[in-house]
């Protein structure tokens, strides 16, 4: 059963434009939410995340919306880079005492310059 | 040495061989984790230790077994294995806290059981 899902395999946008990543999950009992990035040869690194209290969250360059009701989350990066580019892992957590976070397959993002 | 470390980073196994996956965190972290990567598929959670205690097991095949001796090593012995089992194996770590969610990993292993 997979809880968390990427639709979108793969993101190809153009260096200085906007990148949206987007993540839908179905267990209304998550209760934060983050985004891991990875490269390859490497683990996934965390990037950012929100707590299911809040709608938006923002560190520098990426911000991620959460719509609850649509149990709906995305990933902006404005302006994209080149460096950006690695696969994108949306990571969903039940409440605290539970250790089994679920993740997305992935999205893969290419930024040209 | 920083982070969290994985040895082997690549391991090519037939499916009568014994081997194991080592992790190291030099985190201070409580919480030690080990997922399965398989290609185009989601991370899929594995196992899960808190404290050195096995607090989860998500169905996993008896031909896989963990080990945690400390909070910093955690181990995955591998025996008999089928092709299909060839994928990255990833290990991370948490502070294990209630109140703390991210999880920091390693490299991976690349394991391929032919």
């Known amino acids: 059963d997979q809880q968390v899902k990427q639709n979108s395999p793969s993101l190809s946008v153009q260096e200085g434009r906007i990148s949206i990543l987007n993540c839908d999950y179905t267990n209304s009992m998550f209760d934060y939410f983050l985004w891991y990035k990875k490269y390859p040869a490497e683990g996934p690194t965390f990037l950012i995340s929100i707590s299911s209290i809040k709608d938006k969250n923002e560190d520098g360059r990426f911000t991620v919306f959460l719509n609850k009701s649509a149990k709906h989350l995305s990933l902006h990066i404005v302006p994209s880079q080149p460096g950006d580019s690695a696969v994108y892992f949306c990571a969903a957590s039940p409440p605290p005492g539970k250790l089994d976070m679920r993740f997305g397959a992935g999205t893969r993002l290419t930024v040209k310059p | 040495e920083t982070g969290v470390t994985q040895t082997p980073r690549h391991l090519v196994m037939g499916m009568t061989n014994k081997k194991s996956l080592k992790c190291e965190q030099h985190?201070?972290?409580?919480?030690m984790y080990w997922y399965k990567q398989s290609a185009k598929k989601p991370l899929e959670l594995m196992f899960v230790y808190n404290f050195k205690e096995q607090t989860e097991n998500n169905s996993v095949p008896s031909r896989f077994s963990p080990e945690c001796p400390n909070s910093s090593h955690l181990f995955l012995h591998l025996h008999t294995l089928q092709p299909e089992d060839s994928a990255l194996y990833l290990c991370a770590s948490s502070q294990g806290e209630a109140d703390s969610y991210e999880q920091y990993f390693g490299p991976g292993t690349r394991l391929t059981v032919t």
């Open positions: 985190l201070g972290h409580n919480a």
